[in-house]
């Protein structure tokens, strides 16, 4: 897992074994907001974009985000730019 902006590249993440919503939510976006803080995202409010990968669109990482209060954007990531 990674991150990217215009900025450049941010931090890279190794994933062992299979993927679910839960390992997702508790090793990939529990620090969200920390991520969006780092250097390669220095502006407060970010547009957080995932793939349709089925852990990313549970309902239970949705609400996650949600309450994290992060803003997710469903569009192309081409309207980002």
Known sequence: MGCFSSNGVGLLKRVIGSMNAKKYQRDIINDIVT????????????????????P????????????????IWDGPVTHLI
């Open 56 to 71: 990313n669109r549970a309902k239970s990482t949705q609400k996650f985000l949600e309450r994290k209060g992060v803003e």
């Open 35 to 54: 991520l969006g803080e780092c250097l390669i995202f220095p502006w407060k409010e970010f547009i957080f974009k995932q793939d349709l990968a089925p």
